[in-house]
C-alpha cells in the first residue's frame, strides 16, 4: 500500500467560546481562497470563554496574511507530518505501534478515512522526532 508521508505546517489561532466564532475566522480564510484539509477545534481548559483552533495547510502569501490578519500564527511548539494511504482496517494501530517501536513520543494524532482514503495528521515535540518518523514511514 503507498504511503505518502509529508512534513506540514500547522497554524493555530485563539477564538471566543460563542456561536460564530469560529466561523468568523474560517470565513476570512475562506474568502483568501485557503483550500484547508484538516481542522480542529477545542474549547481551553485553562481559559474559560475562549478556545483553540488548528488548521492546515495555509499556502501563499496572501493567504497567509489573511490568516495573521484573524490571529493565526505558525505554531512555533508543534511540529507536523501528513500520512495518507489507501483506507486500511487497523491502519491507525499499525502506524502508532511502528511509532512507538521506535521511541518516538506522539504529541498529537488525528485521522480519518472517506471512502478509500486514509489520512492522518501526527504531531511531534521535535524537528527531530518528525523527520525521525517521516524516514520511518516512508
Known amino acids: ?8 505546517d500547522v497554524w493555530v489561532a485563539s ?11 474560517l470565513d476570512v480564510l475562506a474568502q483568501a481562497d485557503v483550500d484547508l484539509e484538516f481542522i480542529i477545534a477545542r474549547r481551553s ?3 474559560p470563554g475562549t478556545a483553540v483552533v488548528f488548521v492546515t ?3 501563499g ?5 489573511a490568516a495573521r490578519k484573524v490571529g493565526f500564527e505558525k505554531t512555533k511548539s508543534l511540529r507536523a507530518i501528513r500520512v495518507a494511504t489507501g ?3 487497523g491502519y491507525g494501530a499499525e502506524l502508532t505501534k511502528k511509532l512507538g517501536g521506535a521511541g518516538i513520543n506522539l504529541r498529537g494524532f488525528s485521522g480519518a478515512s472517506i471512502s478509500n482514503r486514509a489520512v ?14 517521516i524516514r520511518l514511514l516512508k
Do not use: C, H, L, T
Not at 1 to 8: A, Y
Open 45 to 47: 481548559s485553562s481559559s
Open 87 to 89: 483506507n486500511k482496517p
Open 120 to 133: 492522518f495528521y501526527v504531531g511531534f515535540d521535535s524537528n527531530e522526532d518528525a523527520g525521525k518518523a
Open 15 to 25: 477564538i471566543e467560546d460563542r456561536p460564530g466564532g469560529m466561523a468568523e475566522k
Open 61 to 65: 502569501a496572501r493567504q497567509a496574511r
Open 57 to 59: 495547510p495555509i499556502k
Open 1 to 8: 500500500m503507498k504511503v505518502d508521508v509529508s512534513r506540514v
